[in-house]
């Protein structure tokens, strides 16, 4: 499974962003995907979860009622909408996907994509 994501950049705070994650490769096998994010000097924490129909999400306390996981099966796609954006949001956001693979759970992960709020 391969991981791309888009739609990082600057913004002012209060602004929104759009992020995507594209998926291809055996994308039938991967199950829950999520957003992480890395801030400098920080360890990588998790944003925000999804469940494999994209029925059951939960959030980061941090980011609960400003951002919306969700995700489209049919494009192979997971996204992330982001309102309300405050600098301390700025990070390197991850897409992750969790699949199974040979009876085993596997972590992909993409390169990332950086989120600057400006004050």
């Known amino acids: 499974v391969q991981l791309v994501e888009s739609g990082g950049g600057l913004v002012q705070a209060g602004g929104s962003l759009r992020l995507s994650c594209s998926a291809s490769?055996?994308?039938?096998?991967?199950?829950?995907m999520g957003w992480y994010r890395q801030a400098p000097g920080k360890q990588r924490e998790l944003v925000a979860i999804?469940?494999?129909?994209?029925?059951?999400?939960n959030y980061a306390d941090s980011v609960k009622g400003r951002f919306t996981i969700s995700r489209d099966n049919a494009k192979n796609s997971m996204y992330l909408q982001m309102n309300s954006l405050n600098p301390e949001d700025t990070a390197v956001y991850y897409c992750?996907?969790?699949?199974?693979?040979?009876?085993?759970?596997?972590?992909?992960w993409g390169q990332g994509t950086q989120v600057t709020v400006s004050s």
């Open positions: 999804i469940s494999s129909g994209g029925g059951a999400t």
């Open positions: 992750n996907a969790g699949a199974w693979y040979g009876g085993s759970w596997v972590d992909y």
């Open positions: 490769g055996s994308t039938f096998s991967i199950n829950t």
